[in-house]
């Protein structure tokens, strides 16, 4: 679960940690992260002495060793990752630095130099931002460092020489880890445990949040080290929903290009001939004979408008089954996947460079071949794969928001111009064919098993002993709250045709507690008794009197302390942030005559209902949570 929503603006990203440290994977991927790991090969040997405070060393330790990463991922493999995290921590004692020690010998010395005293520890992170322009590289860096005071015990010779043969301190900084069996000699811990451990989270997702939320410019604290001078043309991103959006220029970064040197703002770089980055400014003097600078380059609204060409290529690239014959016969030249798939040479060719270039492939000499987040979330048979979802995209939906000027002028769904035939009720048109009914439930199970975990864990659930997730299609959610909540009885209702279809996407092998399925019309028809009721992706499908219907049904079977959880994208109250759940509601306009809500809207609509207690969950994922109690 995803409990700081700003680690969520990395889901989108290719981040890549730059560390072997097990420690610092585990506790990130403990938090939902999803990252390569590329250790760095930056040697730990600059000049203790020449810094003049021990936490200046890590930090700009963990800066070249992420910027090391970023370098070399960058030339080597022409892939470069959106967001690359260095770190580096160290034990100071009187002044002291002690790494991790070389030897049995050297351990003991650490040991000793540590024994019955207070010393620090202090792990420096830094983050840097890559931007691939004209194939430079582009990189903006924001490092800080989190102090941690431990104690240790006094110890006996014997002891330490017992730990040090349990061969545990040997790749740990000062000689210990805390977490393991040096725990029992450590008296007291004051600050961030898991710094200690080699990461601070809590200061890691603080610095993004001031990233990616940067405080208005009067409300700026200063902060009680950054060893980057700030910048005044950093923009404030007002959309800072935008998962999509590349990391620009933001408080408290600093710009570099791939030599780690810093570059100031406003400066044009070009490059010459014979390749050389060249700075010029261009005097203009406009009538009044002022000077004036032509505005810089409108990125964002540049990558928008064109976002349509790269969700195409994407789409029809997963629809021609690409990224499948890559997956398992990759690296391919352009010719021998054109032969594959029946397509043009010429054509293919400049698909897989655009995909190349969007950073979905990687062109080698050898060929072309799939990143690995292609590789999981791309082709038909990977575990989180999107392809049913990308698949309607392209033969539904984007049919569907053609028409998008013409909802936007009607106030009205699409289905009639999109698809020549008029608009029945929204599941009647998705079903009508066997093909249009596993096309829509391959595209609700895709969604379903990507935010499934993050829906189950949003709230502590295990009070609760029966479910019944109403319209809860292919049960890829049920799936998860059983085994998250074993004493969970969870029953899915949807409609018969859905039932009818739900053995293609049941798991095989997997020994979980089974969900039971009940077919059923949640408008018309007797619903299961539960202590819960889910509703995932429904209540965007309806206007507010059907709501109000089945709202009603539910509250008439439920008990006091019985409940209903919600899972929507949720807006925010001034609907002006969240540009995913925003263009979500332009997805259900062309569509159905549903829309995406704010959570004070859900709130009103639940606590006619008899529902209070509402509490909201923004999970960081695709799917917010909502969780409300009958009273
Ligand atoms: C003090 C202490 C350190 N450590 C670990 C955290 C770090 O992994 C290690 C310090 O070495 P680092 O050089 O910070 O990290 P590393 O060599 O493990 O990985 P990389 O350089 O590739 O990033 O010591 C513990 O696991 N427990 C502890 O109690």
């Given at each position: 679960?995803?409990?700081s929503?700003v680690?969520?603006k990395l ?7 730059a ?27 600059l000049?203790?002495?020449s810094f003049a405070a021990p936490f200046e060393y890590a930090v700009e330790t963990a800066r070249q060793k992420a910027l090391?990463?970023a ?12 967001v690359v995290i260095g770190a580096d921590t160290i034990?100071s004692?009187?002044?002291?630095i ?22 620090s520890v202090f792990t420096g992170v830094a983050i840097i931002h890559c ?7 582009e990189m903006e860096i924001t490092d800080f460092y989190e102090e941690t ?42 600050g961030d445990?898991?710094n200690?451990?080699?990461f601070p989270l809590n200061h890691f997702c603080k610095k993004l949040a001031e990233l990616y939320y940067p405080p208005s410019k009067h409300n700026v604290q200063h902060k009680k080290y950054d060893s980057i001078p700030s910048v005044d043309t950093f923009e404030n991103l ?9 990391f620009t220029e933001h408080k408290g970064a600093s710009k570099l290009d791939?030599?780690g040197k810093h570059s100031s703002g ?366």
């Amino acid at each position: 679960m995803v409990l700081s929503p700003v680690l969520g603006k990395l889901v989108s990203k290719r981040v890549v940690l730059a560390s072997a440290s097990p420690r610092r994977q585990e506790i990130l991927t403990n938090v939902g992260l999803r990252f390569e790991v590329v250790p760095s090969w930056f040697k730990e040997t600059l000049e203790k002495s020449s810094f003049a405070a021990p936490f200046e060393y890590a930090v700009e330790t963990a800066r070249q060793k992420a910027l090391e990463v970023a370098n070399r991922m960058h030339v080597k493999h022409m892939r470069t990752p959106d967001v690359v995290i260095g770190a580096d921590t160290i034990v100071s004692v009187d002044e002291q630095i002690l790494e991790k020690p070389v030897d049995k010998q050297d351990a003991y010395r650490m040991l000793s130099r540590l024994n019955g005293k207070e010393h620090s520890v202090f792990t420096g992170v830094a983050i840097i931002h890559c931007h691939s322009k004209d194939s430079k590289l582009e990189m903006e860096i924001t490092d800080f460092y989190e102090e941690t005071k431990v104690k240790f015990s006094e110890l006996s010779e014997e002891l330490l020489w017992e730990y040090i043969h349990s061969g545990e301190p040997m790749d740990k900084a000062g000689g210990y880890g805390i977490q393991a069996l040096g725990g029992m000699l450590v008296e007291y811990v004051h600050g961030d445990f898991l710094n200690v451990v080699g990461f601070p989270l809590n200061h890691f997702c603080k610095k993004l949040a001031e990233l990616y939320y940067p405080p208005s410019k009067h409300n700026v604290q200063h902060k009680k080290y950054d060893s980057i001078p700030s910048v005044d043309t950093f923009e404030n991103l007002s959309d800072g929903e935008s998962e999509s959006s590349n990391f620009t220029e933001h408080k408290g970064a600093s710009k570099l290009d791939s030599s780690g040197k810093h570059s100031s703002g406003g400066v044009y770089t070009s490059e010459n001939s014979s390749g050389v980055r060249t700075g010029f400014t261009v005097p203009l003097e406009n009538q009044n004979g002022v000077s004036q600078r032509p505005p810089e380059v409108p990125s964002k609204i540049l990558e928008l408008m064109d976002g349509f060409r790269a969700s195409k290529a994407l789409l029809v690239a997963s629809k021609l089954k690409i990224f499948d014959h890559l997956k398992h016969k990759g690296p391919l030249k352009a010719v021998d996947i054109a032969n594959e798939i029946g397509t043009s040479v010429c054509g293919t060719e400049r698909l897989l460079d655009a995909c190349a270039a969007l950073g979905l492939l990687e062109k080698t000499p050898q060929g072309y071949g799939n990143t690995d987040s292609v590789n999981t979330f791309l082709t038909s048979d990977g575990e989180y794969s999107l392809h049913g979802y990308i698949i309607h995209s392209n033969d539904h939906l984007w049919p569907l928001f053609t028409n998008l000027e013409s909802a936007i002028k009607e106030g009205s769904r699409q289905n009639h111009r999109a698809f020549g035939k008029k608009a029945e009720d929204l599941f009647k048109d998705y079903y009508h064919s066997q093909e249009g009914k596993q096309c829509f439930m391959a595209a609700m199970h895709s969604i379903a098993r990507l935010t499934a975990r993050d829906v189950a864990t949003a709230f502590d659930l295990s009070r609760f002993k029966s479910a019944c997730d109403l319209g809860g299609c292919t049960g890829a959610l049920a799936r998860e709250l059983v085994q998250i909540y074993p004493n969970l009885k969870v029953t899915v209702f949807d409609l018969p045709e859905v039932i009818a279809n739900i053995s293609y996407f049941q798991p095989s092998g997997q020994h979980t507690a089974p969900v039971t399925f009940v077919s059923g019309d949640f408008f018309k028809d007797k619903l299961p008794e539960a202590d819960l009721y889910i509703l995932s992706r429904i209540l965007h499908d309806w206007p507010d009197e059907k709501i109000h219907v089945l709202l009603s049904k539910i509250s008439a079977l439920c008990r006091p302390g019985c409940a209903i959880l919600l899972a929507e994208m949720v807006l925010d109250d001034e609907k002006k942030n969240r540009s995913t759940a925003l263009l979500q509601s332009l997805n259900m306009l062309v569509q159905t005559e549903g829309k995406e809500r704010s959570g004070s809207e859900y709130q009103a609509l639940l606590e006619q209902h008899g529902f209070t207690n509402v509490k909201i969950r923004i999970t960081g994922n695709l799917l917010d949570v909502i969780l409300c109690v009958k009273t």
